[in-house]
C-alpha cells in the first residue's frame, strides 16, 4: 500500500524468451518476466495503482478485461503507452469477486502482443461468505488456469499469420500458465481451477477425459447464484469459467477440450478448431489428501436485471470483420449510453465464423439465447458471450457510476483478429 492507502503494482512490458522445447528459445514477450505476467489480487472496496511500464520497442497498453471502471482508466486503443513510458492508472474495485484478466488491447496490434505473451490475471475478492468455504488456497486448491495454443515454427519460434480460415492462429501446443504438457500436484479432495481462454482464436469446451462431473461456481464476472454439476464448459476466447472438481487419492485424470459443434459453418469448423481434441492440465491426486469443504450450496446473491427497466434496446449484427456494417473507427461513436441506465443489446451473428461479443465496463446479464432462456451455466455475469449461428442472445446490462463523454468503451468481438480487422465499435456513457 501507498501512503494514500492505495494498493500498488508494478508491471513492466518487455522482451524474453523461453524454452518450450519447441527446438530452440522462443523470442517471447512477458510481464515482469518472459511470458505473462503476475496475478494480481484486490479486494472489493480497495483503491488500486497500476504503474505500467513500456519496455518493449513499440506502442502497447493494458487493459483490465472484466472490470468495473472509468473509460479514462480502461487500457484500450485510447491509452496507449509509448516505448519507455509509464502509465498509472488508478481506481477503486467495486464488483463481486471474480477471476479477471489483463492484456494489451493497442489499435491493431492486440493479437500480435497477447500472442507473445502479454496477459495475466486480476483475482478480484469480497467478504461474501462462501468465499471461506470454497478450496482458497492460492496455487494449492484455488489455481488460475491460462490456457492458450501456440503453434511454433521449425526453428521454434511463434508462427503469427494469418490462418486460412481468417479466425487467426491456432495452435497445436496447448500452454498452462506458460507450461508445455502442465501438471498439478494435488494435496486436497477439492481443486478450484479459475479457467481463462486466453487464446486469440480458439474456443475450448472443457471435461475432465474421465467423463466425471464437476461443480461449475463462477462465470466472467462473479460466483454463480448456485453451482451448477455439469461434465462440460465452453469458453471461447476471452472467457471464464471457475469449477471445482473432486479428486480420490492416488488418482490421475486430465483437463481435456473435446470436440464440439461451435455454431459454425462446415468449412469454419476445420479452422476454427471445433473438431479438436486436446490434453490441456493433468491433476495428479497425493495418496493422502486434506479435507475440502462441500461446495456451498448457495453462492452468491443473485438480483436478475428487470427487461422493464431498460430504456433502449440496441441491435448488433455481426458478420466478417463488420459489427452493423461497420469497422472500427477511433473517431466514430457507435453508441451513447445514459449513466445509471440499464439496456438491452441484441448480437445475432450472421456468418459461419465464429465470434465472441465482449463488452467493457459492464458484466451483463444474459436474458435469452435463440429465444429460450440461458442454460445454468449462463446464469450470473458475464462479459464475453460466445455467438452461435442463428441464435441471437440477448444480453442486460446497468451502465452504473462512471460517465465521461470524452472517452469512450470499446465492445468488439474477441477473436484478436477480428478485433484487430475492424470488428469493435465504441459506447460512451454521459
Ligand atoms: Cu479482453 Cu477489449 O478486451
Ligand atoms: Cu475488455
Ligand atoms: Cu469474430
Given amino acids: 500500500l501507498d501512503e494514500k492507502g492505495r494498493r500498488v503494482f508494478d508491471l513492466r512490458a518487455q522482451e ?5 522445447g519447441a527446438g530452440g528459445r522462443t523470442r517471447t514477450w512477458g510481464f515482469n518476466g518472459d511470458y505473462l505476467g503476475p496475478t494480481l489480487r484486490a479486494k472489493r472496496g ?6 505500467v511500464v513500456n519496455g518493449l520497442d513499440e506502442e502497447t497498453s493494458v487493459h483490465w ?37 489483463y492484456h494489451p488491447h493497442p489499435h491493431g ?84 481451477l479459475r479457467l481463462l481462454n486466453g487464446s486469440n482464436a480458439r474456443t475450448y469446451t472443457f471435461g475432465m477425459a474421465d467423463g466425471r462431473e464437476f461443480a461449475m461456481i463462477g462465470t466472467d464476472g462473479g460466483l454463480l447464484p448456485a453451482p451448477v454439476a455439469t461434465d462440460r ?9 471457475e469449477i471445482v472438481v473432486a479428486m480420490r487419492p492416488g488418482e490421475r485424470v486430465t483437463l481435456r477440450s473435446f470436440p464440439e459443434d461451435q455454431g459454425t459453418d462446415f468449412f469454419n469448423r476445420r479452422f476454427t478448431g471445433g473438431g479438436d481434441t486436446l490434453d490441456v492440465l493433468e491433476l495428479r491426486a497425493a495418496d493422502d489428501l486434506d479435507p475440502s469443504a462441500d461446495v456451498p450450496a448457495k453462492l452468491a446473491p443473485f438480483e436478475p436485471l428487470d427487461e422493464a427497466d431498460a430504456v433502449e434496446t440496441r441491435q448488433f449484427r455481426l458478420a466478417g470483420r463488420s459489427i452493423n456494417d461497420q469497422k472500427m473507427d477511433m473517431n466514430r461513436i457507435d453508441a451513447v449510453v445514459t449513466k445509471g441506465t440499464t439496456e438491452i443489446w441484441e448480437l445475432t451473428k450472421l456468418d459461419g465464423t465464429p465470434h465472441s461479443f465482449h463488452v467493457h465496463d459492464v458484466q451483463f446479464q444474459v ?64
Fill in 16 to 20: 524474453g524468451s523461453r524454452d518450450f
Fill in 46 to 51: 480497495e483503491k488500486v495503482l497500476v504503474n
Fill in 65 to 101: 478485461h472484466g472490470m468495473h471502471l472509468p473509460a479514462v482508466m480502461d487500457g484500450g486503443p485510447h491509452q496507449p503507452v509509448r516505448p519507455g513510458a509509464t502509465w498509472s492508472p488508478t481506481w477503486t474495485v467495486d464488483q463481486p469477486a471474480a477471476s479477471l484478466w
Fill in 109 to 192: 496490434q492486440t493479437a500480435k502482443h497477447v500472442y507473445r505473451g502479454l496477459a495475466g490475471m486480476f483475482i478480484v475478492d469480497d467478504d461474501n461468505a462462501s468465499n471461506a468455504r470454497l478450496p482458497n488456497r492460492y496455487g494449492v486448491d484455488d489455481v488460475p488456469v491460462i490456457v492458450q495454443d501456440r503453434k511454433f515454427d521449425g526453428g521454434g519460434q511463434f508462427e503469427e499469420g494469418e490462418s486460412l480460415g481468417g479466425v487467426g492462429i491456432l495452435g497445436d501446443t496447448i500452454l498452462v500458465n506458460g507450461t508445455v504438457a502442465p501438471y498439478h500436484d494435488v494435496r486436497s479432495e477439492r481443486v478450484r
Fill in 233 to 241: 464448459v465452453m469458453l471461447s476466447p476471452g472467457d471464464r469459467a
Fill in 367 to 430: 436474458l435469452s439465447v435463440g429465444g429460450q432462456p440461458p442454460a445454468p451455466d449462463l446464469m450470473g455475469w458475464q462479459d464475453t458471450v460466445f455467438l452461435k449461428q442463428g441464435s441471437t442472445v440477448r444480453i442486460i446490462a446497468r451502465f452504473a457510476d462512471y460517465a465521461d463523454p470524452d472517452m469512450p468503451y470499446m465492445f468488439h468481438c474477441h477473436l484478436l483478429t477480428h478485433e484487430d480487422a475492424g470488428m469493435m465499435g465504441q459506447f460512451v456513457v454521459v
